[in-house]
């Protein structure tokens, strides 16, 4: 029993035993499985939060880098620039230079040439500022047409750079179906050790702005400042001359050499600034096309002239031709063709009486573009003068794709035809021209009985000048429409 006892004892120990060792194993188990469970949580936390990083990471790359062109974007060359900016203020060694790149007229590529065209110039210009960047040096495309440079000039000088990058353009445009209208224009500010990126940014930006004509490289210097406020100043108010009434048209007659008679008028705008007084257009129609207004002005003017010439068509006074000039914004910016037949329609002008004058440059910049729409304004009914004839570089092409109806030689050709062999011979020549293309020549700023004479047997149609008549208001092309001029009584 005892044994039997013992033995159940010993069978009741072993159990025990088993039992405390099969519980023990049991704990074991769990702890290990609790551990590898914290274990497993823990790793997958770690696993997601270094994939939160990537992603992060791969996003924060992601918004620094232009998507086209790889270059930093806007922000993230602010920053680097301003990294860059304070590391030199420290050391203040070599000197440093920003220079902002514009692609020129890339609006005008993407709708003429469609956006494919559009995007191939603008990698053709990263390429290239890329290939013509020093070491260190920070590149980023801060706008749509623009591209910024933070370059450091290790004894360079920033023209150099500048240099570069154009020689190398057209290694990278030589794809491109529309190169030779591939330009770019430069503003420059070099670090002037106080500047922080943002002014640094602005004034080489602002040299874009202020480039003289076909100037490409433009560099800061501290009267553009005040210019640019006097500029601003200008800018508000031709809007508000626009709104309040302060622009007027005078009139320069146009006169036959055959008859004598006034048969045109050119419509000439006039700005009575009410505290500045009178101001030329020499001196705001420049401004007016750097600022953009220009295209509201000239469509003011339009307007003005095309109901000023069915007022005085109304009134019974013999018909002349108007013609109004049109800058090359309103080709670039703006549907001249739409906004003629609505100027047309609303004030219900014949259009056989309505001249445009456009200048010889303006026909040779963006040709398609300007034929097309020159065409189609002439299918109207409207003539089309060639203006300032003479002064830019002629195109002869220009004249057999457009359908201008008038040569208007320059003033500058006019003014010595009497007493300068080669004005005589060139204005002769675009007599001889204007003849076989069967248009009309009219002679610009004729101020002598002299010049008169001589550009009448040269055979020259019309004239306009001084000798006839200054430009003059409304009302008095209205007497002379009824007293006809005498040349000889200067006004
Ligand atoms: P433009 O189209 O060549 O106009 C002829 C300019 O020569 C006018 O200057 C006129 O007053 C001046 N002129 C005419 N005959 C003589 C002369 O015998 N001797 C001299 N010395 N000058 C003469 P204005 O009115 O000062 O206009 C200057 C320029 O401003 C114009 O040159 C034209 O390019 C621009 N402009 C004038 N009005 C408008 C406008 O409404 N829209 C646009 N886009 N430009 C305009
Ligand atoms: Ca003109
Ligand atoms: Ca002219």
Redesign the pocket.
């Known amino acids: 029993m005892l044994k039997i006892c013992k033995k159940c004892d010993i069978i009741k120990l072993d159990k025990k035993q088993n039992w405390g060792r099969s519980r023990k194993g049991s704990l074991d188990l769990k702890i290990a499985v609790i551990l590898l469970s914290v274990l497993s949580v823990l790793f997958l936390g770690a696993l997601i939060f270094a994939v939160y990083k990537i992603l992060a990471l791969r996003k924060r790359v992601r918004i620094k880098r232009d998507e086209m062109t790889g270059l930093l974007n806007r922000r993230s060359f602010m920053h680097e620039g301003r990294l860059v900016l304070d590391k030199y203020r420290e050391r203040s060694e070599g000197e440093i230079a920003l220079v902002v790149f514009d692609v020129d007229k890339l609006r005008l590529i993407n709708t003429l040439y469609g956006t494919d065209e559009g995007d191939k110039v603008v990698c053709a210009f990263a390429k290239a500022i890329r290939s013509a960047a020093g070491k260190g040096d920070i590149i980023g495309r801060v706008d749509t047409d623009d591209f910024a440079l933070l370059t450091k000039l290790h004894g360079k000088t920033v023209e150099e750079r500048i240099e570069k990058f154009a020689a190398a353009l057209p290694d990278f445009i030589s794809n491109i179906s529309i190169r030779e209208q591939v330009n770019y224009y430069a503003g420059v500010c070099v670090f002037d050790g106080q500047d922080d990126i943002y002014t640094l940014f602005n004034k080489a930006n602002l040299c874009l702005l202020t480039h003289g004509d076909g100037q490409r490289i433009s560099t800061f210097t501290s009267d553009m400042e005040q210019r640019m406020v006097e500029n601003e100043i200008m800018r508000t108010e031709m809007l508000d001359a626009l709104k309040n009434g302060q622009f007027e ?2 009139y ?1 007659p146009k006169v036959s050499f055959k008859t004598g008679k006034m048969t045109g008028v ?5 700005w009575h600034h009410p505290t500045k007084g009178f101001i ?3 001196d705001f ?1 420049p401004l ?2 750097q600022f953009g207004i ?1 295209t509201k ?2 469509e ?2 339009l307007l003005t002239a095309c109901r000023q010439g069915k007022h005085w068509l109304d009134i019974g006074l013999p018909p002349i031709k108007i013609s ?4 090359q914004a ?1 080709f670039v910016r703006t549907d001249v063709y739409a906004t003629v037949v609505r100027v047309l329609e609303e004030t219900g002008f014949d259009p056989q009486y309505l001249e445009i ?1 456009v ?1 010889e440059t303006m026909a040779m910049t963006d040709v398609e573009h300007t034929v097309g729409v020159l065409n189609k304004i002439h299918a109207l009914g409207v003539s089309i003068s060639m ?2 004839l003479g002064t830019g570089y002629s195109s002869l092409a220009s004249l057999k794709t457009i359908p201008f109806d008038v040569l ?1 030689i ?2 500058s050709l ?2 010595d035809v009497n007493e300068n062999d080669t004005s005589r011979r060139i204005t002769s020549a675009i007599v001889a021209m204007g003849k076989a293309l069967k248009m009309i020549v009219l002679a ?4 002598t009985g002299e010049q008169s004479k001589l550009l009448t047997d040269l055979g020259c149609d019309m004239a ?4 006839y008549s ?2 003059c208001p409304a009302n008095e092309i209205e007497t002379m429409l009824i007293i006809p001029i005498n040349p000889n009584v200067k006004t």
């Open positions: 048209l005078f320069q050119e419509a000439l705008i006039r030329p257009p020499c129609i007016a096309e220009i002005i000239d003011w003017g109004v000039n049109m800058s309103q004058e200048t203006d300032d208007k320059d003033r006019v003014c610009e700023g004729v101020e306009q000048g001084y000798y200054k430009p």
